[in-house]
């Protein structure tokens, strides 16, 4: 007997048994669904709870019944969000399992999920997935970096052209809440350090110019909205939101560090890939701020080197 065949066989029995990750990750045969080349859905950000099994006697239509439960609580204007809480908890094997194996559209996700999106289950669902508490991990990892990111960018403002310049003759000018400008400043000038282009994911736009043009064909990005014209030394800033697939998924954050952390905990809770040209930012966040993953490119070494120095 082969070993390909022991090893199939023991993943059929897994399979049976009700181990999800073996069920996600099986090749599915002509006609169930499958046309495309057939991609492994593994861990690869440094998740502890990828694909998880399901609770004890619980299967697919158990697990149903609490998640329609689940909506129709946060349906109620008084929502018993204990009762939430508890419930996300339950669903939480059906709802990866979902996620990562038919890789749905965010406006679908938001349909059957709709408690994943407000901010305590995007910090208790990164829990669930990484074991790391979001906010506090980001903060303390930002508060630890900030100074350190500022002065690397400005002993080499000279080789990141007008841009870095800008940034840092900006934060300079400012007079007003000082430290969040600073960390603002420290993110913003994160992709420009590491050479990638932000144009695309920072957006900025007035509180009266329309919101489709400034969203629309946005993957992922971060929307500032000033009421006064952002050109001006110190604009006032009137929301910071977070954007996914061309459409505002979070809105009234206090300022762009706390969009930053919400975004990179939605990447996780709906298993999106980081975007292709800020793929060095993120990966920085993940393996410098967060300390997830066993490993990490030359590129975000050599900066972690820099900062530690």
């Not at 094997?93 to 965010?106: D, G, T």
């Not at 508060?143 to 800008?166: Q, T």
């Not at 975004?263 to 298993?271: H, K, R, S, T, V």
Request: proline share 4%; net charge neutral; hydrophobic share 40%.
């Amino acid at each position: 007997m082969s070993l390909r065949y022991k090893i199939g066989n023991y993943r059929a029995k897994l399979r049976d048994a009700g181990c999800n990750e073996v069920d996600v990750n099986r090749k599915r045969r002509r006609g169930e669904g499958e046309d495309g080349p057939f991609t492994l859905k593994k861990p690869k950000r440094g998740e502890v709870n990828h694909v998880p099994d399901y609770p004890d006697h619980h299967d697919d239509n158990t697990l149903e019944e609490e998640r329609l439960a689940l909506v129709e609580e946060f349906k109620k204007r008084k929502r018993n969000m204990t009762e939430i809480k508890q419930k996300m908890g339950l669903t939480f094997s059906l709802r990866r399992k979902e996620i990562v194996e038919m890789q749905p559209m965010v406006s679908e996700v938001q349909e059957r999920w709709p408690a994943l999106f407000s901010l305590e289950e995007i910090s208790e669902e990164f829990h669930r997935i990484t074991s790391k508490d979001l906010l506090v991990t980001f903060r303390a990892a930002l508060d630890k970096y900030v100074n350190r990111l500022l002065k690397l960018y400005r002993a080499r403002k000279g080789a990141f052209g007008p841009v870095m310049e800008d940034l840092l003759d900006k934060l300079d000018e400012e007079t007003r809440d000082i430290v969040s400008q600073r960390k603002t400043a420290a993110l913003r000038g994160l992709p420009i350090f590491i050479r990638e282009d932000a144009s695309k994911f920072f957006l900025k736009r007035l509180v009266t110019d329309p919101e489709d043009a400034v969203v629309q064909g946005v993957p992922v990005g971060i929307l500032t909205i000033y009421e006064d014209d952002y050109a001006t030394t110190s604009p006032a800033v009137q929301d910071v939101a977070v954007v996914l697939e061309g459409a505002i998924i979070l809105r009234d954050l206090p300022d762009l560090s706390t969009a930053f952390a919400y975004l990179f905990g939605l990447l996780y809770a709906i298993n999106i890939e980081y975007p292709k040209s800020l793929k060095y930012t993120f990966e920085a966040i993940q393996t410098i701020f967060f300390e997830l993953g066993s490993g990490c490119s030359q590129r975000i070494r050599s900066l972690k080197t820099k900062l530690l120095q």
